[in-house]
């Protein structure tokens, strides 16, 4: 089967890439641009299949965050977030265990404003929990996720239906 939208990032892959280039090119290392611009190409690598590539700009992009941001920022949790789905598709569960506990960590320290990245997260562990096998441990928190989505979602929104 094919996959949706993937002629899309093949054709923004190139685009993504000169982005990085010129924000190299322009800003210092260690900016917030340059490290958001990588974690971008991460995100378009990983969908067209070129998870390798994927995780080694996640793990850049989350390390020229880390030094331009305080440590508990909610970016930050995006960056961990961003790895640990590369680390999901490369094997590597427990570690993709590891970094989503880690975002949930941070998005807790920076509620409300992170609401929306907290859900994921859990959905994400809960996921991860289930392919791990580790099922009660997946249900608690797929309703951790449920009972954080209808707090700040309408009882009709589609997110709550999926849950």
Do not use: W
Not at 72 to 83: Q, T
Not at 114 to 130: A, E, H, K, M, P
Not at 136 to 155: D, G, H, N, Y
């Amino acid at each position: 089967m094919a996959k949706p939208f993937s002629c899309q990032y093949e054709r923004a892959l190139p685009l993504l890439e000169k982005a990085v280039a010129i924000k190299r090119e322009g800003l210092p290392h260690e900016h917030f641009d340059v490290a958001n611009a990588l974690r971008m190409l991460s995100e378009c690598c990983e969908r067209v299949g070129e998870v390798k590539r994927a995780t080694q700009l996640a793990e850049e992009a989350l390390s020229i965050a880390s030094s331009c941001l305080p440590r508990n920022h909610a970016n930050i949790a995006v960056f961990i977030s961003k790895l640990a789905s590369c680390k999901h598709k490369t094997g590597k569960l427990d570690k993709a265990i590891q970094l989503t506990q880690q975002s949930i960590s941070i998005y807790n320290l920076n509620l409300p404003a992170s609401r929306s990245g907290l859900c994921t997260s859990l959905c994400n562990l809960g996921l991860y929990y289930q392919e791990k096998g580790m099922l009660q441990e997946a249900i608690r928190t797929l309703q951790e996720c449920l009972v954080a989505q209808r707090s700040f979602l309408s009882p009709d929104h589609p997110s709550i239906g999926y849950s």
